[in-house]
């Protein structure tokens, strides 16, 4: 099983980045998905979660109408669009996904948001 996170950077408040996860090593069209982010010694924040399908999503308050997941079954890649970005986003994003019982993420991407 393979994660690997790209699209993060610097950006100013208020700008967009669009993250990329490339997953490889498992059916991932069966799977469902999630974004994490953490920031240095803080727990990892939940942030949205796909379904296999793509039909479904759901977003933490903290990004809800900011953030949109969404994932291309054909490529085994899901994606977040970030939008208004604040400072407060900075942190390291990552994709992970539950496999018959056990977490698998990605080593993650920095968003840094400052002007």
């Not at 994606?79 to 018959?100: H, N, R």
């Not at 019982?101 to 948001?113: I, L, M």
């Amino acid at each position: 099983v393979q994660l690997v996170e790209s699209g993060g950077g610097l950006v100013q408040p208020g700008g967009s980045l669009r993250l990329s996860c490339a997953a490889s090593g498992f059916p991932f069209g069966s799977h469902d998905m999630r974004w994490v982010r953490q920031t240095p010694g803080q727990g990892p924040e939940w942030l949205s979660t796909i379904d296999s399908t793509g039909n479904r999503k759901y977003y933490s308050s903290s990004v809800k109408g900011r953030f949109a997941s969404s994932r291309d079954n054909a490529k085994n890649t899901l994606y977040l669009q970030m939008e208004s970005l604040k400072p407060e986003d900075t942190a390291v994003y990552y994709c992970e996904t539950d496999i018959v019982g056990r977490k698998y993420r990605g080593q993650g991407t920095q968003v840094t948001v400052s002007s």
